[in-house]
């Protein structure tokens, strides 16, 4: 994880000068900056607006900084959207989209940024995990969660606790793989993850579920594999060919409640075929990552009351 100066390093002196005491005294998880509009900064105490007008030259300044003055070289990055940096921070970028084909070739004329903190939360998942891992056995579970209540975080910290084992559980380690499409689970830098996701974890960074997931069980010999977001078809054969080849799931979908799982239709066949065991269910009432409920799918019944 790299500190505070250093995400302060990316931005204009101005704008760097503005934003370097609220990043030392709060949580901050965005800073989304656009032309000729003022910041915004969101942390745990929600929205806050900093009356400075950013200019078509800080924009130029702040690319350049991230792309390590080579736009070039992070072309495929820009391509998809956005550009990782040291850290796992993750740049999300906007601006008038260049089609070929039918796809985006790259983004041009980019007019705002969006910078999202990447924060580990170490033993986030700790009491959650007697009910998603025995001894013996890792449950298949999908955590539901709203956007921005730390499902990424809680995921990450069940990768670690997973992949290293934890002793006060009896829990030996074991080998997890990490298809991380977006490189937000490990945050990787160059290939290298930036969180700590445990000893024994591979992790394909920047890499498409379907493909990661059969690309590792045919490469990797996972004992748990880990993927952030499913929704598509092609999403859930990899996963049910996952477990068919003895290899548990753990994995997420945006939610509110577990009425979510049996309302989407393409996640029928891993209900109908009894692979899902546990489902975890997060919001942000009590602060991000609130842990709301933990259900056993097969009994039906809330394990984790509040």
């Known amino acids: 994880m790299i500190g505070e100066e250093e995400i302060i390093g990316i931005f204009p002196s101005k704008i760097g000068s503005l934003l370097k005491d609220r990043l030392n005294k709060e949580q901050v998880?965005?800073?989304r900056i656009k032309i000729g509009k003022p910041i915004l900064v969101y942390s745990k105490h929600g929205e806050s607006i900093i009356n400075y007008i950013s200019t078509k030259e800080d924009m130029k300044s702040i690319m350049q900084k991230i792309s390590n003055y080579s736009l070039y070289a992070y072309e495929e990055d820009i391509r998809q959207g956005f550009i990782t940096i040291k850290g796992g921070h993750r740049i999300g970028i906007a601006g008038?989209?260049?089609?070929?084909k039918g796809e985006v070739k790259t983004i041009r004329n980019i007019s705002s940024v969006n910078i999202r903190i990447c924060r580990e939360v170490i033993g986030c998942s700790n009491k959650v995990m007697k009910y998603i891992v025995s001894a013996y056995k890792v449950y298949n579970t999908i955590i539901i969660s709203p956007p921005k209540c730390g499902k990424t975080t809680i995921l990450r910290d069940i990768a670690r606790n997973i992949s290293s084992g934890m002793p006060s559980l009896g829990i030996a380690g074991k080998k997890v793989a990490v298809i991380d499409e977006r490189s937000e689970?490990?945050?990787c830098y160059f290939g290298i993850p930036?969180?700590?996701l445990g000893i024994r974890t591979d992790v394909l960074d920047n890499c498409l579920k379907r493909e990661g997931l059969i690309m590792a069980?045919?490469?990797l010999s996972p004992e748990v594999l880990i993927c952030d977001e499913i929704g598509t078809r092609g999403?859930?054969?990899a996963l049910i060919m996952a477990f068919n080849s003895g290899v548990n799931i753990i994995t997420t979908i945006h939610g509110f409640t577990i009425e979510d799982l049996y309302k989407r239709r393409v996640l029928c066949d891993l209900l109908d075929n009894e692979i899902l065991e546990r489902v975890i269910i997060l919001s942000n009432r009590n602060g991000i990552g609130t842990i709301e409920n933990v259900y056993s799918i097969k009994g039906g019944e809330n394990m984790c009351l509040n």
């Open 194 to 196: 930036q969180s700590d």
């Open 96 to 100: 008038e989209c260049v089609m070929e």
């Open 29 to 31: 998880y965005e800073i």
């Open 217 to 219: 069980i045919r490469s």
């Open 235 to 237: 999403d859930i054969e």
């Open 185 to 187: 689970i490990g945050a």
